[in-house]
């Protein structure tokens, strides 16, 4: 279902309710901003809405306060770092609903830009309260979701606001949902799905949905373990999970079924401990000693699955392929990530671990699509309609029209 955008209403003088995910990580201690991605990535819509002269009040939830005040979760630090990157001033309120926020936000001027508190703070944000979605929307003329990493949520600022305002999709949310929806609907063949990361479980979702699209499906990292083992091979202390065999043999009858190459490692490179103080040797997955782990894919491997993709006109990428935290085990992620970083094709990266391994790399920006989205990436992979997106495509409420 297409989603209006930003484009598609009038925003000059309106005040704009900008639902955006600032939920950066944060120094242990200072206060300080680890990484500003998250606010990067929300610039455009941003300076869209300045450039046409709107009032913009931004939300967005911090960390996990449960629904209480966390003086180490406000969003001061934020909006200090918002006022940097725009070179304006971003006023940081101390509430997001009520009295104040109405005054100051009846007070702003045109172009003007205002950070509410952490949505989190209150205990109807999680629980998709009315009150609270009318507190929200009583500030604003309009609604903009930039949040998609958010979106998975069924939360007041995400669902609720959109029962009080015509809502539309800001610059972000709309580049996930059609580039993730892309892979989805109308993947150019042949398509690649490279799946890795630390455990079967997370992915099972995934792998369902993308099975019957895919020419060819890579298997690595921890959960490949599962996998091995499935086919009787002996993996040493390697996490297994036992509950996931039959699922696996399932998964692997549905790839034959659909003439999908599934692949899994031929060799490994394996350690008595996965933190890098041991030794470490490759070996064939036939001969995986008792006692130690598989940390990463092998060289052999590597040839094969960077061989596999070659001429793949999509490929979507999600889990690290090694322990790629540790540089003993970082090779198969960082081979994975060149050669797919080459490919004439649709290179899309998803999820947590991969989006900050392919930064750490230096080849982000040779990809056509880095998700943000963590875990609302995978929900969306998975084939789940995002509560947030669908509360976008099904708003019906009149928005000021362009003149
Ligand atoms: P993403 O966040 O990209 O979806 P996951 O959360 O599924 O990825 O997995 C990332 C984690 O998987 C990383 O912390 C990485 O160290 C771990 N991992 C990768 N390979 C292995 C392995 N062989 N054994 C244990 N953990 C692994
Ligand atoms: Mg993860």
Redesign the pocket.
Known sequence: MPIKTVKDVDVTSKRVLLRVDFNVPMEKSGGGIRDDTRIRVCLPTIRYLLEHRAKIICCSHLGRPKGKIDETLRMAPVAKRLSELLGQPVKSLKECVGQEVEKTVSAMNDGDIVLLENLRFYPGEEKNDSEFARGLAKLAHVFVNDAFGASHRAHASVVGVTNYLPSVAGFLMEKEVTSLGGLLEKPEKPFAAVI????VS??LDVLDNIVPSVDVLII??????TFLKSQGNRVGK??VEDDKIQYVRDLSEQAKSHDVRLLLPADVVVSPT?DGTSETRTVSVKDIPDGW????IGPQTIADYTGAIKGCKTVFW?????????SQ?AMG?REVASAISKLDAVKVV????????VTKLGVADQMTHVSTG?GAT?EFISGKQLPGVKALAENKLEAPAIS
């Open positions: 890795g990361g630390a455990k997370d992915k690595g990292g921890g959960m490949s373990a390697s996490v996965l782990l598989i940390a990463d999600n889990g690290p392929m090694g322990v790629f935290e540790v085990f992620t998803g999820g947590g671990s991969t989006v900050e391994a963590g995978l």
